[in-house]
C-alpha cells in the first residue's frame, strides 16, 4: 500500500473524509505510527537489521578523526548504534568493543589515557567516547571512523502519494489502522480497530523475529564485565 491508499484506508476505517480528517493531520498521524512500527521491529530483530527501505543509501556513517580527540558525535538521525569501527594506520577498520564507566574501579581519566589505536568505545548522550583517544601513528586521520546504526524512518511528506511503507507489506495497514483510531471517538469502535491492528503487530514482531532463519535463537548468560577485562 502506498501512502494514497494508506490515507483512503484510514478514511474508510475511521468513516471520515479529507474534509473532515484533513490530509495534514492523516499524515502526521500516519508518520507517528511508522515511528512505533519501526521501534517493535528493532524490539523483534533476530539479526536482520533493519533499515527503512525508502532511504537513499545504508545506515552507516563515517567521519574524520582528530589526533587526541575522544568525542565524537552520533548523526541526529541514529536512534540505535549498531557497530563502531576506526581505520588503523595500515588502512584496515579494526571493530571497537563496547564498555559502560560504571564497571570500571578505576579513574576514567586514567582509562586508556595514553592516545594510541581506540580499543573500545562508550555512549555518553549524543556522543561516542573513544577509548584511548586516537594517536598519530596508529590511525588513519581521513575517515577514520566509521559507523553502523540504526536510523529514524523517513517520514512520509503531506504532498507524497506513490511512496510506500519501508517495512513489509503484509503489515502496512497497522498504520491506517493507527491513523484511524486516531480520529474515531467511540470506544466500542477504537477497540474493535486495536483488536485488528494488535492482531497485524503480533504477526509483525513474528515475522522479523524469524526472518533471519540461518541465525538460531541462543540464551546467553549476562555476566558482569570488570575493570581488568579492559586493560
Same mark, same amino acid.
Given at each position: 500500500m502506498n501512502i494514497a491508499a494508506l490515507r483512503l484506508d484510514a478514511h474508510f476505517l475511521a468513516g471520515s473524509t479529507s474534509g473532515v480528517y484533513s490530509d495534514i493531520n492523516l499524515t502526521r498521524n500516519i508518520n507517528v505510527a511508522y515511528?512505533?512500527?519501526?521501534r517493535m521491529i528493532w524490539e %523483534? %530483530?533476530?539479526g536482520w537489521q533493519f533499515d527503512d527501505s525508502n532511504a537513499a543509501d545504508l545506515p552507516i556513517a563515517t567521519t574524520s578523526l582528530v589526533a587526541s580527540q575522544q568525542d565524537y558525535t552520533l548523526p541526529s538521525t541514529a536512534l540505535k548504534l549498531e557497530r563502531v569501527e576506526v581505520l588503523n594506520s595500515a588502512g584496515d577498520y579494526v571493530k571497537l568493543k563496547q564498555f559502560d564507566i560504571h564497571d570500571l574501579e578505576q579513574g576514567l581519566t586514567e582509562f586508556q589515557?595514553?592516545?594510541g589505536l581506540p580499543m573500545y568505545y562508550d555512549i555518553v548522550g549524543s556522543s561516542i567516547m573513544l577509548y584511548p583517544a586516537p594517536g598519530t601513528g596508529f590511525v588513519t586521520l581521513a575517515s577514520g571512523l566509521k559507523i553502523v546504526v540504526g536510523r529514524s524512518v523517513? &517520514?512520509?511528506a503531506v504532498t507524497a502519494t506513490?511512496? &510506500?511503507p519501508g517495512f513489509a507489506a503484509p503489515f502496512h495497514r497497522i498504520l491506517s489502522y493507527a491513523a484511524a483510531m486516531d480520529y474515531v471517538k467511540d470506544e466500542r469502535e477504537v477497540e474493535r480497530l486495536a483488536r485488528q491492528k494488535q492482531r497485524l503487530e503480533d504477526g509483525l514482531q513474528r515475522f522479523y523475529g524469524h526472518r533471519n532463519v540461518e541465525r538460531r535463537s541462543s540464551i546467553?548468560?549476562?555476566?558482569r564485565k570488570r575493570a581488568n577485562q579492559y586493560k
Open positions: 515511528h512505533d512500527v519501526a %523483534s %530483530s533476530d589515557g595514553t592516545a523517513t &517520514e512520509f506513490t511512496t &510506500e546467553r548468560p549476562r555476566t
